[in-house]
Structures are given as structure tokens and as C-alpha cells.
């Protein structure tokens, strides 16, 4: 393949919802840019969720949405299955390589590459990788799908029986200095409970147990959801689980300790979600050396002045958007994408 230079106002490293909404609001201004993508299609991961909270709305029509309209864009050029892999900046424009073994010129650069999911086999004490009905929260989100598409009970991925004693592990990965992540993953709390709604909506005789470290449910309508999920029966109790172990059928034993009463406690569960914590996209490292801007002790990307300047890096002409800089419902990220592009814009007005 021939390299060819193209030019373009805005760069846009990742096409979740937050960089799609960016550049759907740059096309509003005028102004053209170009999506970088590493997976084969765009949407990020809420183009996998079943349902948002608190309001329940469908993360696949949701991104639906936002790809239509840079569909219908002649401004909004989308690169999938790509990766930028040098930058350099020349006379006020930068010069990026990219994977499709393109060269982009740009003005301005915007990293939107959100987030990644905390590996739950490093936990190994819960058994994730090991146990079939031991789960995480984005396989949770995927059985929970299942469940709104055939519209019947929720099924166990071992043997495809219906769950009607389901428990919920909080913090997993997060809120822990021994894995390096001492965070708060921000968003865990009220994701897990959105799920356990979904649950106990489909099947008012089931059971969901949620442990739980503190519950942090921070946002306008997320305490409603919680108070909502303990009025349908789910049940909260504070407590860190030390072990998950498999009985012959495949239901899962659950061992905690209590804090609340300082006394140990377990169940026997036909189902264990891991409420995995988030962590900084994959190529955050690599991102962060090519294009010479910094990174917090936690990982993620570090604005210039968080009141001031909350958009900008140190680098001019590279701006951060979304969950990149700390982890943030999906809202946030969309509100975060429409206004960089209101930064950006003036930033290309000031370097016309």
C-alpha cells in the first residue's frame, strides 16, 4: 500500500462515545476531524452494555445513535483497526503516523481512549477463569442481554440454568494497594446495582447479595437506584469475601467476614458477578511517550490545570476528554466529548 498524507483539522484517538461525540460536535462547528479506532468497529464498550443507569436506556442504541450521525457526516473521516504509532509536531501542525500506514497532518489532537476492565484472575481467591459461573461485569452485561432478547430468566453460562441466588462482589481491583489500584473506580457501585435491578425486575423471586466495601453512589439519581434496588429485596451487606469455591453442581460457596457485626459469613450462589474497577486504556503508556504528555502515579492522563484548564495537557494542541483522566459515567464522558470540541475550536481560532 502506498503512504499517503492527508490532512485533517483534528485528530481524535479513540471512537468510544466520548470521541464520537466529539467529533459529532466539531461537524457542528465546522470543523473536520479524523477517528482513530484500534478495535474493527466504533462504539467503545457501551456499545456492549445491555442498559445505562440510572435510567436504564440501552448503551447499544445509544452508540447507535452517536454512529449514525458521523455516518452522515462529510466531515468526520472514521479510521477503524488502526493505532497511531509516531507523532511529531512541525510548525504548529503534527504529523502522525498511523498503523493504516497513512500520514495524517492535524492541528489539534484529542485522546479520548477511555478504559480498561481490571483482569479478575489476579484475584485469584475468587476464581474468575476457573469456575464457568464465576463472572465479571461485562459478562454479567452479556447474560443480561441474552436475558432481554429472549425475554425469560436469567441463565448460568455452565449449564444454562435459571439463576435465582445471585451474588455480587464489589471492588474487584479496585480500592486495593496490594493490585496497584488504591482508586476508586467511581462508577462500580452503581453499575452492579443497575444489574441487580435488571435481576430482580425479571424475577421478583430471586435472590441478589451484594458485598460491598462502601457503597458510593455519588451522582444526581444514583442514590434513587440504590434505595430502589433495596425496595425490590436485594440485599447489601458490608462485608470483604475471602473466597469463592465451587460445589459439585456448580454453585458457588462465598466465604466473607462481616464488618458491620465482626463475624464471618457465607452463602451458596448460583451465580458470582465480579463488579470489576477500571483501570487506564492499554496503550495509555505508550500514548503518553509518543505524544510527550504526562500521566499521574495512578496511570491516568494528567491535565494542565484540572479548574482552568481541565481539557489541555502540557503539550499545546493536545487535549484529554473522558475516562482517560480519571473513571466517569457515560454521561460525563458524552458531556466531556462536546466540550473539547468547544476548547479545540478555540484553540484552532487563536492558531489560525
Known amino acids: 500500500m502506498n503512504k499517503k498524507t492527508i490532512n485533517s483539522e483534528v485528530m481524535i484517538i ?16 465546522g470543523i473536520d476531524s479524523t477517528i482513530i479506532e484500534k478495535d474493527s468497529v466504533l462504539g467503545g464498550k457501551v456499545k456492549e452494555y445491555s442498559k445505562v443507569f440510572p435510567d436504564f436506556r440501552s448503551g447499544k442504541n445509544i452508540v447507535r445513535e452517536l454512529i449514525a450521525k458521523v455516518e452522515q457526516s462529510s466531515r468526520i473521516r472514521p479510521v477503524v483497526s488502526a493505532s497511531v ?4 509536531r512541525i510548525d504548529g501542525t503534527y504529523s502522525v503516523h498511523v498503523s493504516d500506514n497513512n500520514r495524517y497532518n492535524v492541528k ?7 478504559f480498561e476492565v481490571f483482569d479478575a484472575r489476579l484475584q485469584e ?3 474468575y477463569g476457573v469456575y464457568p459461573n464465576v463472572v465479571n461485569s461485562l459478562d454479567l ?32 481491583g479496585s480500592r486495593s494497594k496490594r493490585l496497584g489500584n488504591p482508586y476508586c473506580s467511581r462508577i462500580c457501585c452503581s453499575y452492579s446495582t443497575k444489574q441487580a435491578i435488571e435481576i430482580m425486575e425479571k424475577n421478583p423471586d430471586a435472590s441478589v447479595t451484594c458485598f460491598y466495601m462502601d457503597i458510593r453512589t455519588y451522582d444526581r439519581g444514583f442514590e434513587e437506584m440504590y434505595q430502589y434496588a433495596q425496595e425490590l429485596g436485594v440485599k447489601y451487606i458490608r462485608g470483604r469475601v475471602s473466597e469463592c469455591s465451587a460445589l459439585p453442581d456448580g454453585d458457588i460457596q462465598v466465604r466473607a467476614e462481616n464488618t458491620l457485626l465482626g463475624r464471618p459469613v457465607q452463602g451458596i450462589f448460583n451465580l458470582i458477578s465480579l463488579s470489576v474497577g477500571m483501570m487506564p486504556c492499554a496503550d495509555a503508556a505508550d500514548l503518553a511517550g509518543l505524544l510527550g504528555i504526562e500521566r499521574s502515579d495512578d496511570g491516568f492522563f494528567t491535565k494542565k490545570d484540572k479548574y482552568f484548564s481541565p481539557h489541555d495537557t502540557v503539550r499545546e494542541g493536545i487535549f ?33
Open 141 to 172: 452485561e452479556a447474560l443480561l442481554d441474552a436475558q432481554e432478547k429472549k425475554g425469560g430468566m436469567l441463565l448460568r453460562p455452565s449449564d444454562g440454568k435459571p439463576v435465582t441466588r445471585m451474588a455480587i462482589i464489589f471492588c474487584v
Open 108 to 114: 489539534a489532537i484529542i485522546l479520548a481512549c477511555g
Open 320 to 352: 484529554l476528554a473522558g475516562s482517560l483522566t480519571g473513571l466517569k459515567p457515560i454521561k460525563d464522558c458524552l458531556m466531556e466529548g462536546n466540550s473539547v470540541s468547544s476548547r479545540v475550536t478555540a484553540y484552532l481560532n487563536e492558531h489560525k
Open 125 to 127: 481467591e475468587y476464581g
Open 14 to 29: 479513540g471512537g468510544g462515545v466520548t470521541g464520537l461525540a466529539a467529533a459529532i460536535s466539531l461537524d457542528a462547528l
Open 85 to 88: 504509532t509516531s507523532a511529531e
